[in-house]
């Protein structure tokens, strides 16, 4: 079960903005806004959805690289009055398919702070958000801003999965080439 999110090559002259963290003097490279996609429930409802947000950004430490997936799962669906639970079942895999191969994130390596952020720049829009925020290899962020189309795939405890498809006009994945080039600067 996996859709695709379409991914366009960056201006070459446009960067991602930046921050500097004052209290660790890390600089911050980021999104604008996070990208949203959408997985329907039409079994319960017509406007039945759950959402994901998605934002990558990256840390530099003195010259320390790191990459990161910021991930903001969740729902309009109240599942209290169907199944019991009012919350979607726990995530028990991500994975990003990039031109059709897949890369599986590690849930084991799933952080609460990102080393060198005092604040993680996005939010989740409701307060019952799950986030994640998963940590990116350098070759992953250079393989994501090579892509041309990038699918998630999410599977949930009890095995269902999700399919995720992109919110029209809620951003692109254009960010991963930016981030990438970041990550081949010297």
């Known amino acids: ?75 309009t669906i109240d599942r209290g009055v169907s199944v019991g639970d009012p919350q979607l079942a726990d995530v028990t895999a991500i994975q990003l398919i990039v031109d059709g191969e897949p890369m599986e994130l590690d849930l084991g390596a799933r952080v609460d702070r990102i080393p060198g952020v005092t604040t993680v720049p996005y939010a989740a829009p409701v307060a019952t958000a799950r986030p994640f925020i998963l940590p990116l290899t350098g070759s992953q962020v250079t393989r994501l801003g090579r892509g041309t189309s990038i699918l998630i795939r999410t599977e949930l405890a009890g095995g269902a999965a999700l399919l995720w498809e992109p919110w029209i006009g809620s951003g692109n994945w254009t960010a991963f080439a930016e981030l990438a080039a970041a990550a081949r600067a010297p």
């Open 1 to 75: 079960a996996v859709l695709v999110a379409s991914c366009g090559t960056g201006a070459p002259n446009r960067r991602a903005p930046e921050y500097l963290d004052d209290a660790t003097g890390a600089t911050i490279t980021r999104v604008e806004q996070p990208f949203l996609l959408f997985s329907d429930d039409l079994a319960r409802a017509a406007n039945a959805r759950d959402y994901l947000s998605a934002a990558p950004l990256a840390v530099n430490q003195s010259g320390r690289r790191s990459w990161w997936l910021w991930l903001g799962l969740w729902s």
